[in-house]
């Protein structure tokens, strides 16, 4: 497997990641306030998760221009 292909899967799974961080967080919205403990942890998860993904999309869009 190449370098970039490689990414391209790391890119899927963070992205999958934070889909469900994402879905987890709505799915508390739509208890609250059931669940309100979990709220700011749920969403530092879906803040993190994004974050890995933006930066693992601009490491994958450098190398892509490096090439």
């Known amino acids: 497997m ?3 292909e490689a ?3 790391e890119v899927k799974k963070l992205s999958a990641r934070a ?3 994402k879905m987890d967080l709505h799915d508390l919205s739509e ?3 059931v669940g309100l403990e ?3 942890a749920t969403a ?3 803040c ?6 933006a ?8 190398r892509e221009s490096a090439a």
């Open 2 to 4: 190449s370098d970039l």
């Open 7 to 9: 990414m391209k899967a």
């Open 19 to 21: 889909m469900q961080a």
């Open 31 to 33: 208890e609250l306030p």
């Open 38 to 40: 979990n709220v700011m």
């Open 44 to 46: 530092t998860r879906v």
């Open 48 to 53: 993190e998760s994004y974050a890995a993904l």
């Open 55 to 62: 930066a693992k999309k601009a490491e994958m869009k450098a």
